[in-house]
C-alpha cells in the first residue's frame, strides 16, 4: 500500500475516488466519512488519504491523479485576470443601471 494523494478537500477527495473507480485502480480512503473527517482536526479539517492498494496500479494511480490535478494558469491569462476595473467604469455602469431603473420605473 502507498500513498498517492494526501488532501483536506473532500471534493477533491471524492473526484479522485471517482477517477480510481473509474480505472479499476485498487485504493484505501482514510477520513472517507466527511462528517467524521473535521472531528479534533483542524479548521479546515483532518486530510484525507488515498493509498493505491496494488504496486502494478501505481502508475496508473498517479496518471489518474494528475488528470484531476489543477492546472496552472498561463501567466498572460493570470495578468488578465487580476486587472482591477476602473473606478470610473463603475461610476459609468451605476449610472447607467441608475437611469435605466428610472426610466422602466416612470413608465
Wanted: some cysteine.
Amino acid at each position: 500500500m502507498r500513498l498517492l494523494y494526501s488532501s483536506t478537500s473532500m471534493a477533491f477527495t471524492q473526484s479522485l475516488r471517482v477517477v480510481l473507480d473509474r480505472e479499476d485502480i485498487g485504493y484505501f480512503c482514510s477520513d472517507a466519512d466527511s462528517s467524521l473527517a473535521g472531528i479534533g482536526g483542524p479548521a479546515g479539517g483532518s486530510p484525507s488519504r488515498i493509498y493505491v492498494l496494488h504496486e502494478e496500479d501505481w502508475d496508473r494511480a498517479v496518471e489518474a491523479l494528475q488528470e484531476i490535478l489543477p492546472r496552472p494558469m498561463p501567466a498572460d491569462t493570470a495578468t488578465a485576470a487580476r486587472k482591477p476595473i476602473s473606478t470610473g467604469a463603475i461610476i459609468a455602469a451605476s449610472a447607467l443601471a441608475a437611469a435605466l431603473i428610472a426610466v422602466l420605473l416612470s413608465h
